[in-house]
Nanobody, 123 residues
Framework: QVQLVESGGGLVQAGGSLRLSCAAS????????MGWFRQAPGKEREFVAA????????YDADSVKGRFTISRDNAKNTVYLQMNSLKPEDTAVYYC????????????????WGQGTQVTVSS
């Protein structure tokens, strides 16, 4: 099993940047594909970005392409989401997730979830 703890959320003005971190417990972090998802009030949770175990493959949602970058540091058991050029529509609770299999964008295939971190973008 793996436990996930997100951090780095907060309030930022439109056009600003934030970097989210997700720290994982355990010694097998490099075995997990990781993903970031978000959920805005009144909306379903949606895919944001994903990264393979080695970091060699990444997927991004069209809505964040060119603005958000997912990365990981297996030595630190941490996955990051660098968010630039933030927009009010990026406001949501951001969750990281892990799965012991190949990279995917499908929410239902992730087995482990963090508690989420709030990101609020003001206009």
């Amino acid at each position: 099993q793996v436990q996930l703890v997100e951090s780095g959320g907060g309030l930022v003005q439109a056009g600003g940047s934030l970097r989210l971190s997700c720290a994982a417990s355990g010694r097998t972090f490099s075995s997990y594909a990781m993903g970031w998802f978000r959920q805005a009030p009144g909306k379903e949770r949606e895919f944001v970005a994903a990264i393979s175990q080695s970091g060699g493959r990444t997927y991004d949602a069209d809505s964040v392409k060119g603005r958000f970058t997912i990365s990981r540091d297996n030595a630190k058991n941490t996955v990051y989401l660098q968010m630039n050029s933030l927009k009010p529509e990026d406001t949501a609770v951001y969750y990281c997730a892990a799965r012991l299999s190949s990279i995917t964008t499908i929410l239902a295939l992730y087995n482990y979830w963090g508690q989420g971190t709030q990101v609020t973008v003001s206009s």
